[in-house]
């Protein structure tokens, strides 16, 4: 039994790099030849098979206990030995996965399409190294900071101790209750503040002068960074970091950490930290849809590919013109 499940994972994991392979479906008219080398029994599985195989993972609730497993794995590959710099420091965000369906499943805001569509949310744990090191699914109404705290401690139990110290959300993840909840547990959050909280500097209390910050691929200087606090709520004072693009020397973003001037007195590091979530976790996704289509779903009617956004509004932009000359022709 142990054999088979492997080798039908294996079938899963190696599926997307043979040519034309996509979904399950496409396993039936494939010659399997190859994959089948890779996968175990020296001959893939039919389509149906292996969606009987996801089925049944999902209903002995299995996923967590192997992602468990899987993020003791890379912890201890990549990150046990201390070779990663700030390997205390982690990023925290979701993916949108689009639901192609006629079921009444929850529905949520996503962000690539600006518009409420039926989808699931994956949410990514990366380390500093940019490794995915933790992912969990649900549903798609669901909010960062609903999910954040169980999330660390789902992992941290995973690799056997703490070592979340600090962490790097999206601002979804900014809420007074989770900045305690985190405090309690002795870890620091670095978000980004909302724009419609704040007007001007004059909303801050400065604590230090404007710093220079420099790129550290780079070693040029690309912000001006000052230490500030802001009264988030009547009763939750913060720490910030404002913050000018020298492309954008109008456009102020305030960057919020509870990460305390004893803790690191340089707000320049938790700032870099968070500029860092770009290349580090952004990228990364970038990096893993080269290999491993995260937009295909399997099980739900999916009939196509997420529209191309630039031929959708190149399509908005000229239906417009085309009812004209329709209304023209008519009169």
């Known amino acids: 039994l142990e054999t088979t499940l492997i080798a039908k994972q294996h079938t899963l994991a190696f599926l997307s790099f043979f040519k034309q392979l996509r979904r399950p479906r496409h396993l039936d008219g494939y010659n399997d030849a190859d994959l089948g080398l890779v ?6 599985y039919h389509a149906s098979t292996i969606e009987h195989h996801l089925r049944e993972l999902r209903q002995a609730h299995l996923s967590q206990r192997w992602a468990a497993r899987l993020a003791c794995q890379y912890w201890s590959v990549w990150y046990a030995d201390g070779q990663i710099a700030d390997s205390h420091v982690f990023y925290l965000d979701i993916h949108e996965k689009l639901l192609w369906t006629q079921q009444p499943v929850a529905k949520g805001f996503v962000s690539a399409r600006h518009e409420v569509h039926a989808c699931l949310k994956q949410f990514y744990l990366h380390g500093r190294g940019g490794h995915v090191l933790y992912s969990e699914t649900h549903r798609g109404d669901v909010h960062l900071s609903e999910h954040l705290l169980a999330i660390i401690n789902t992992f941290e139990q995973a690799i056997g101790h703490a070592v ?9 993840g900014l809420s007074a209750d989770v900045l305690l909840r985190l405090q309690q547990q002795k870890k620091a959050l670095i978000t ?15 604590q230090g002068r404007f710093r220079q910050l420099r790129d550290p691929r780079t070693g040029l200087v690309t912000h001006r960074v000052a230490d500030a606090d802001f009264w ?8 910030c970091g404002l913050l000018y693009d020298l492309t954008r020397p109008e456009h102020l973003l305030v960057v919020v950490t509870t990460l305390t001037r004893q ?10 930290w968070y500029l860092a979530r ?11 849809e080269a290999f491993v289509p995260l937009d295909l779903n399997f ?13 959708l509004a190149r399509i908005a932009e000229l239906t417009p013109h085309l009812q004209a000359v329709e209304h023209k022709i008519e009169s």
């Open 299 to 311: 099980g739900v009617n999916r009939k196509e590919r997420v529209p191309n956004r630039p031929v």
């Open 232 to 239: 988030l709520t009547e009763c939750l004072r913060v720490r």
């Open 192 to 206: 980004l503040l909302r724009a419609n909280q704040y007007t001007s500097e004059a909303d801050f209390e400065r």
């Open 39 to 44: 996968s175990g029994p020296g001959a893939t």
């Open 263 to 272: 803790q690191e007195p340089d707000i320049r590091r938790p700032v870099g």
């Open 164 to 172: 979340v110290h600090v962490l790097v959300a999206d601002r979804e």
């Open 278 to 288: 770009w290349n580090i976790q952004e990228n990364s996704f970038r990096a893993l």
